[in-house]
Nanobody, 123 residues
Framework: QVQLVESGGGLVQAGGSLRLSCVAS????????MGWFRQAPGEEREFVAA???????SYTGSVEGRFTISRDNLKDTMFLQMNDLKPEDTAVYYC?????????????????WGQGTQVIVSS
């Protein structure tokens, strides 16, 4: 059974940092792209960042310069380092994986999704 499991969420004050992890299991993720999404209460899920198998990255504008996506292919694990957090970053954060890097930012028809981890940023 393929699983993506997120961890690392929590409560942090504005200006603080968190590091999210997403561990993949159940199959090999060789050549798979991965990404992070978030969904705030009452809002639609939005793209945050993506990383290809070879390390190409992309970000949504509101997190550029504050968040860094990375991955450890040997451990089938992806990370999201979040610095200078703001209250508007409060959301459930989801990881996803897909065989096509270009599909990640669309969030549509992606192969695999995790269950999410809550991030709350207090002001």
């Amino acid at each position: 059974q393929v699983q993506l499991v997120e961890s690392g969420g929590g409560l942090v004050q504005a200006g603080g940092s968190l590091r999210l992890s997403c561990v993949a299991s159940g199959r090999t993720f060789t050549n798979y792209a991965m990404g992070w999404f978030r969904q705030a209460p009452g809002e639609e899920r939005e793209f945050v960042a993506a990383i290809s198998w070879t390390g190409t990255t992309s970000y949504t504008g509101s997190v550029e310069g504050r968040f860094t996506i990375s991955r450890d292919n040997l451990k089938d694990t992806m990370f999201l380092q979040m610095n200078d957090l703001k209250p508007e970053d409060t959301a459930v954060y989801y990881c996803a994986a897909d065989s096509a890097y270009f599909r990640i930012p669309t969030g549509r028809s992606l192969n695999y999704w995790g269950q999410g981890t809550q991030v709350i940023v207090s002001s």
